[in-house]
């Protein structure tokens, strides 16, 4: 699949849902909500779209990040974490993800503290304008959009997600760890 022509931004929090559809009747913005939707599914809803604006709340690295935070809260292994990473790595060699432009992180306060490490952490640090805190989910979006944040790319995939195993919570960022 092919990267998205549009701007992408992936809203993630409790109330990523209600700041989605907050997006709702413009003209120029795509929003949807992918509950359980396959990778394959969101990139194809992602190829049809002529907007320059896809927001959505499907994370593409989703996995790694649930085997990262639970890696860290002792709820898995590191084997689980190093499988995650490899299958993102070879689900972006095959063009079948691409790592949205910006993630939008609903609430940050509200998240249980390992969460917080990855979005304002290990994301945050690969490329620190792309990940966008948002305390209010009740306002709209669309004054988001209006004025995001240029920034550099996501650095080159591979390498950035195999040194998601050297970030640890609480020394992310520091010494130039991730």
Known sequence: MEAPAGTTLVVVGEEATTAIRSLEGFANVRAATFADASDDDVARWE??????????????????????????????????????????????????????????????????????????GVLAVASPNRVIPWPRPDDSLAGLLRRLPTARAWPEVEPWLRGVTAAVPDRVGLGGAA
Do not use: M
């Open 47 to 120: 190829a049809t779209a002529s907007v320059p604006y896809l927001v959505h709340d499907h994370d593409p690295l989703a996995h790694v990040a649930a085997a990262w935070v639970e890696f860290f809260d002792d709820q898995s292994t590191y084997g689980v974490l190093e499988l995650e990473i490899e299958r993102a790595v070879e689900a972006v060699e095959r063009h079948a993800i691409s790592v949205p432009d910006y993630y939008v992180v609903v609430h940050p306060e509200a998240l249980p503290v390992t969460w917080k490490h990855w979005w304002l």
